[in-house]
């Protein structure tokens, strides 16, 4: 079933290629942030995290990317698949608590 | 480990009656988190419990509560349900400040 936004901005990119996914937070305090993937009908999945001291961060296939300066965080996914198809998110975490807040959302598309 | 899980699954409310969701953290995870979805508004939060304790709260109105029992294990409610309470209703728990989200419920008000 649905679980997004209807008019989420779309990224289509082709089998193989690189997707990289943007998003620009909201507060200069926030400390920690979360990239989630979600896919039609299941609850977010953690793909990757950074703190605010680091300015990349590497994990299998994907690097997220800080730049404090101008609050944007950026998701890297090298050689994108079918299964990478999903709805992207940003989140950031303010002042150390555990409240979470969501950007809006790109969704991935991968053609084969 | 098992993941997150949340009870029920769907679930159609009439107008104006109450409901309580359920939510299961992954063994260990003290911290749970309620979340909701909708298409026009995107991810918001709630609010969030640790050892039995609301210890964050979003802009959600009254109608809106949560508890959580001594094994974790938490439960969302929401009374006198409106039309704009339609949503997907997650639950997150997390040992540190990574949060691991459960399926969710599917909630319809008619």
């Known amino acids: 079933g649905e679980s997004v936004g209807l008019h989420l901005p779309t990224l289509s990119v082709q089998e193989g290629d690189n997707s990289i996914i943007n998003c620009a937070y909201s507060n200069s305090a926030s400390d920690y942030f979360i990239w989630y993937k979600q896919e039609s009908g299941k609850g977010p999945q953690f793909i990757i995290d950074i703190r605010s001291n680091m300015d990349k961060r590497q994990g299998q296939r994907v690097t997220v990317l800080l730049n404090k300066t101008v609050k944007h965080l950026s998701l890297q996914i090298a050689a994108t698949q079918p299964g990478d198809s999903a709805v992207y998110f940003c989140?950031?975490?303010?002042?150390?608590?555990?409240?979470?807040?969501f950007g809006s959302g790109t969704r991935l598309l991968v053609r084969p | 480990k098992a993941g997150v899980t949340q009870t029920p699954r769907y679930l159609i409310k009439t107008r104006g009656q109450q409901v309580t969701l359920s939510c299961s953290p992954i063994s260990g995870h003290r911290s749970v988190s309620w979340y909701q979805q909708t298409p026009g508004q995107g991810l918001q939060f709630l609010f969030e419990y640790f050892s039995e304790t609301q210890r964050n709260k979003g802009n959600f109105p009254g109608r809106f509560s949560g508890r959580q029992f001594s094994n974790s294990r938490s439960e969302m409610n929401v009374s006198t349900l409106e039309l704009g309470d339609s949503a997907l209703y997650l639950c997150?728990?997390?040992?540190?400040?990574?949060?691991?989200f459960g399926p969710g419920t599917r909630l319809t008000v008619t």
């Open positions: 989140a950031e975490n303010m002042d150390s608590s555990y409240k979470l807040i």
């Open positions: 997150a728990s997390s040992m540190g400040y990574e949060q691991y």
